[in-house]
């Protein structure tokens, strides 16, 4: 049992450092954004906005810009690159794709006619995994499968663990008065 719960614990840290320049973006984008959105105003065909209020420039530039400070952090961490050892491409793709994979999900939302803002279980969660993955799996293929395909139960912690996580940085969020909603 003892064996079981230092397992949990120690997939939970790695999944944590390897997700680190994502778990950043995603929360800093609500810190920094506001101002002119990715959408400019302008609505799809179907009438709705393209993304929404929710996603604006400021957010993308500002959590990007987080991610990758915190992933350059850690790969000055000597002590700690037993845990996975980061390049300058999966740093930026952690970061941006994080926030692409936010936008996608608002443009697929708005579609289903789903206001800003609206609560949508699991996809609110999991979408910057999402993107965080795809864009790392296409810009840096070796670097994605060395440490993630190869190690099936650290993905699977992440898509576990994230939504957890994510709850309580919203929580968090919305009682510090960043965030409207606490989802
Ligand atoms: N945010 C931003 N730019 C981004 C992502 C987030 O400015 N690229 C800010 C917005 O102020 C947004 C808040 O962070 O309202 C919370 O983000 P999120 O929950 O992803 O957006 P929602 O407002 O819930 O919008 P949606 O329904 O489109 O998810
Ligand atoms: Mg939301």
Request: proline share 4%; hydrophobic share 50%; net charge positive.
């Amino acid at each position: 049992m003892f064996e079981i719960i230092l397992t949990i614990i120690g997939l939970i840290i790695k999944a944590t450092w390897l997700m680190l320049p994502a778990y950043m973006a995603n929360p800093t984008a609500v810190v920094f954004g506001g101002g002119t959105p990715i959408d400019v105003g302008k609505n799809w065909n179907d009438g709705r906005r393209i993304f929404g209020d929710g996603k604006t420039y400021r957010g993308l530039i500002g959590g990007t810009a987080c991610g990758i400070v915190i992933g350059l952090i850690q790969m000055q961490v000597t002590s700690l690159q037993y845990l996975g050892i980061f390049t300058f491409i999966s740093i930026f793709t952690l970061s941006f794709g994080a926030l692409l994979g936010d936008i996608v999900k608002s443009f697929f939302k708005r579609r289903l006619g789903y206001e800003r803002g609206a609560k949508f279980p699991l996809v609110d969660q999991l979408d910057f995994v999402a993107g965080a993955w795809i864009m790392t799996y296409a810009f840096d293929p070796a670097w994605f499968s060395a440490n993630f395909i190869t190690s099936p139960l650290i993905m699977l912690t992440v898509v576990l663990f994230t939504p957890l996580l994510h709850r309580l940085t919203n929580i968090i969020g919305y009682y510090a008065k960043l965030k409207k909603e606490p989802w």
